[in-house]
């Protein structure tokens, strides 16, 4: 599956995460202040988590943030993963990632990894046109997704609300596709959350990160590629208002 890759000036994104969970490693909870000491230069911010009832604080995810809140690191024993709210392209995400893995292998010394998983979560506002939801302008309705909602009507022309979730099997990744209609609290602005999370979870080593990070970032950026409309990728681009 080929791409071209492209930052968009109008990208619908609000969130991109990398991660990668292994086997339960009891060191990390004990030398985590050793990690942060190697990051704290670009992740000074430090977000502990709260405690739920009937949890277990070994198993709680830490968060490393830049002050302005533009990126971060979640850690536990089981995961390392790197998330962007703002995005600097797939390169620039991909390279801070891998140097974050770098800092990890010289600390805990990974081998096997249980799971890979990119996640692109994006909000697409919208304004409804005779009480429904356009979905046919933003969204190509063969594609993969929309295709497998079972209707007698054409549900681009008749949805009022929407919350759908697909999971599928694409070019060796699990793919789990959420698409849902939200509200913001006071009721006044409505959009989509169309949300993209693409693992692999077979035979992985952590020596083939960069690997798997291809591999999924792909896969997800191509079913986003694939699901929006011409015209909606006119706006994304800056082209139409």
């Given at each position: 599956m080929e791409i071209k890759e492209e930052i968009y000036p109008n990208s619908?994104?609000?969130?991109?995460?990398?991660?990668?969970?292994f086997p339960g490693e009891p060191i990390i909870e004990c030398r985590r202040h050793e990690f942060y000491d190697a990051v704290r230069g670009d992740y000074p911010r430090v977000l502990v988590p709260q405690m739920q009832a009937?949890?277990?604080?070994?198993?709680?995810t830490y968060r490393f943030e830049k002050l302005d809140g533009s990126a971060g690191i979640m850690l536990a024993i089981d995961k390392l993963a790197h998330y962007a709210r703002k995005y600097p392209g797939y390169e620039k995400f991909k390279e801070g990632f891998?140097?974050?893995?770098?800092?990890?292998?010289?600390?805990?010394?990974?081998?096997?990894?249980?799971?890979?998983?990119?996640?692109?979560?994006?909000?697409?506002?919208?304004t409804r046109e005779q009480g429904y939801i356009p979905l046919k302008r933003f969204f190509n309705l063969r594609s993969h997704l929309t295709a497998t909602i079972p209707s007698p009507i054409d549900i681009s022309e008749h949805c009022k609300n929407l919350?759908?979730?697909?999971?599928?099997?694409?070019?060796?990744c699990s793919v789990t596709t959420k698409l849902e209609s939200i509200i913001s609290s006071d009721g006044t602005r409505e959009a989509l959350l169309l949300d993209f999370d693409c693992s692999k979870e077979e035979d992985l080593v952590f020596s083939k990160t960069e690997t798997y990070i291809e591999e999924n970032h792909t896969v997800a950026r191509a079913l986003f590629e694939e699901l929006i409309t011409d015209s909606y990728r006119q706006y994304l681009r800056g082209e139409t208002i």
């Open positions: 619908p994104l609000v969130e991109v995460v990398f991660e990668i969970r009937g949890g277990f604080p070994a198993l709680e891998l140097k974050l893995a770098e800092k990890f292998e010289g600390l805990f010394h990974l081998s096997s990894l249980k799971r890979t998983g990119w996640r692109y979560i994006n909000i697409i506002p919208f919350s759908t979730t697909l999971i599928s099997k694409i070019d060796g």
